[in-house]
């Protein structure tokens, strides 16, 4: 190993944050004060020709095919490895990216990265052995579906019909969803005990 393979080393924590829509992801990222990449900016355009479509044309955005997850992961280990990354801003109510916005976390011991496809970056690294902790923010069915409505009606995400539609098959999908996040290496967690998880690994990760 080089000297310049020295100073590719990875010494910034990743903690993926997932869990069902709904659970307080975002109110976690918060919390820890620490950089957040935002996983949903990373969906697709709706006006995309590869987003999968149901046969009335409605758009399942709970499908990971509506999910850059290539853009994704390439942002997630630029911004492990070089602490600075450009990404996007995606509009929910519009459907599309927006705009763009720089995540630095040059000094930052812990970057967090939510959303509800956070799972599928654990392989990502893993594979470029990016140090990381993996959270199933673990919340009852019932608030995660009071939460997420109140969320989606405040923000005006979807015609309420559609929102009421989708908060019932995501609480009846979330048992599911839990148990693959586990197999594939996410630990339930409440938000306390997150929040302490979190906290440690800060303390624990090298200036």
Not at 102 to 112: F, K, M
């Amino acid at each position: 190993m080089n000297e310049s393979d020295y100073d590719r080393l990875v010494t910034r924590v990743v903690a993926l944050i997932a869990g069902a829509s709904g659970s307080g992801k975002t109110r976690l990222a918060r919390l820890t004060g620490w950089p957040r990449l935002r996983l949903d900016d990373f969906y697709l355009a709706a006006t995309d020709p590869a987003i999968p479509r149901s046969e009335t044309g409605v758009i399942d955005w709970d499908d990971i095919r509506t999910f850059d997850t290539d853009s994704a992961a390439q942002a997630l280990v630029t911004l492990a490895r070089d602490g600075v990354v450009t990404a996007p801003v995606y509009s929910i109510a519009d459907n599309a990216p927006v705009g763009v916005h720089i995540v630095d976390a040059t000094d930052a011991p812990v970057i967090v990265a939510e959303g509800i496809f956070a799972t599928a970056m654990l392989a990502v690294c893993k594979a470029h052995d990016i140090p990381v902790i993996a959270i199933w923010l673990d919340r009852g069915r019932w608030i995660t579906w009071a939460r997420r409505l109140r969320r989606d009606i405040r923000d005006h995400r979807k015609p309420l019909g559609v929102l009421w539609r989708r908060g019932i098959a995501l609480r009846r999908a979330e048992p599911a969803l839990r148990r693959e996040a586990i197999e594939a290496g996410f630990t339930p967690m409440t938000m306390r005990q997150a929040c302490a998880a979190l906290s440690a690994s800060a303390r624990s990760t090298p200036a």
